[in-house]
């Protein structure tokens, strides 16, 4: 089958680091598991980042997709479009039986890790991560349901108050996904960005957004969605004392960040990264959430490698690939 | 009045920066302020800081004490042995209205910030943040109670449930006050330390500790009283996914520790500093809590200097000064 795969062997380059094939073998499921077959594929942050050496994995990356089921023993699967948990966890262990798979120490995560993920024809998952989609959800809509569904996991770790004043950091894929996502439980998000064009974007789709450096101390959230360490050390800035500041992006090095505010101001930093996928059909079913305006271009598989760096460009949201 | 003085003018070594002087004028009581009589002072890891250069504070350092009451225009408060809440806030503010004068930006606090603390003959505090101790209470334990309020300040801002496994990080004075109040509460933390003298003081008054190279990872809770950022990288292995990390020490410079384990494992990272004295007054009342073996030695005030230099000592807990 037709797929992208990573390759992250030493010496390669950035670029000579993914390739498009057309021979790869097509996936084969283990007991319990669905073959799907690719509709469309969304690229993400993460999947960007790990062209450039994060988590070390080597295959097929991809891990936000909407598909249909082609092969299941699963008769309520059979035929139906789905979207799917990414992390297949063991069922067995002390995780699993607290109801924390996504924590499971022995999961394999679609595209990321131990599993070959959605930039391709096929994939397979556990019969028990797959969630059929409603008819009305479009695949366009459907393929947020991952980023959607990692934003609503804030909602499942804390509580934000009507009323509470709430900063996202961070004008790109993320940060835009989490002000829909806390916009639709009532809340007044301001995205602080840095990127004029894709501040006026947000607007259009609704989304309060203003230059970072204007935001004023004194928040009672602060969302960051930068990935940098400079986004961390500016969040710290802008929460209150007793503040909450959440984490969507991973920092690999904190940069030497002065952390010391955390304990003066007594904040809570809460890390916060996939959630469950049914508060998240459930808003796009409703239509409380349309990401559909976050979407930058829709590229055929076979042009995958101008997709990423597309989606590498400052200026682009989300990127779609379109497998078949 | 006889009192340390830190001076923190650029161009003086960690040495010169404190010094003992004999004709320091005493302190005048502002209004709704009372005039106290240090009996005892604890030196604190904060303390040891500030003559590092931290907070930048000029002045007599010294948070931690228990006197008398020797002029005051509260009746309730006259001649009385008392111990004192180090943040002196504007009672006006946004902050100070929802009961959190300890983050009251205007706050002048004992010995750190803008107000002279308690290494001296006499020092001054608003009549609010006065608390007479108890009888039964003895000043050598009396002067331990701002660090165990800090530590009871914990149970403020998040809940450990019985049989949680708690390990506190830091085999110094805070790993063990905070040690102390958690068995206080019914928690059986154990103490990962490095010095094996302080370990075996620890199980001494009670305290489990061991190396804490041998702490095997998956804690509920885990307590950072290292204030080093190692500790935090060490406490980020021990802390299973989703599981607390409670900072009581700050790291100025977070020296390029990975956070991304914040995110991937979506911890709770609660910065934790000043708590309310009732509690920990109380538990010293009950007897639930004797510091008393905490501590290494008692000086007169005018042997401040070489106090401070055993303070340093890595062998020794609290180091006491006996004012008058």
């Not at 996504?102 to 397979?124: N, Q």
């Not at 304990?263 to 459930?282: H, T």
């Amino acid at each position: 089958m037709r797929a992208l795969i990573l390759n992250q062997s030493a010496g390669l380059g950035s670029a000579e680091r993914v390739a498009l094939r057309d021979d790869y073998p097509m996936p084969n499921p283990r007991r319990g598991e669905s073959l799907v077959r690719v509709r469309l594929a969304g690229i993400c942050g993460t999947d960007l980042e790990m062209t450039r050496g994060y988590m070390g994995f080597n295959g097929i990356p991809g891990h936000e997709f909407v598909g249909e089921v082609v092969s299941t023993t699963t008769s309520a699967l059979a035929g139906r479009r789905v979207v799917g948990e990414i992390n297949a966890a063991c069922g067995d262990c002390d995780f699993c039986r607290a109801n924390m798979g996504r924590h499971c120490p022995k999961r394999s995560v679609l595209g990321i890790l131990g599993r070959d993920g959605a930039f391709a024809e096929y994939l397979c998952l556990p019969d028990r991560n797959l969630i059929p989609v409603p008819d009305a959800v479009a695949d366009e809509a459907a393929v947020f349901t991952e980023p959607l569904a990692a934003a609503f996991e804030i909602f499942e770790q804390t509580t934000i108050e009507p009323g509470e004043q709430v900063a996202i950091l961070g004008d790109g894929r993320l940060g835009a996904i989490v002000a829909l996502a806390m916009k639709a439980r009532g809340l007044s998000p301001i995205v602080g960005g840095h990127h004029e064009d894709k501040m006026k974007r947000l607007a259009g789709a609704g989304i309060a957004a203003q230059p970072e450096d204007r935001l004023r101390t004194g928040f009672d959230v602060v969302v960051d969605c930068t990935g940098s360490a400079k986004g961390l050390a500016r969040a710290l800035e802008l929460v209150r004392p007793r503040g909450k500041l959440i984490l969507k992006t991973t920092v690999a090095g904190s940069a030497g960040v002065n952390l010391a505010p955390i304990v003066i101001n007594e904040i809570q930093v809460l890390g916060s990264r996939c959630g469950r996928f049914r508060p998240a059909l459930d808003a796009l079913r409703s239509g409380a959430i349309d990401p559909r305006p976050l979407i930058s271009g829709i590229y055929p598989l076979e042009e995958g490698l101008p997709a990423l760096a597309r989606a590498s460009e400052k200026s682009k949201f989300k990127i779609l690939l379109k497998a078949s």
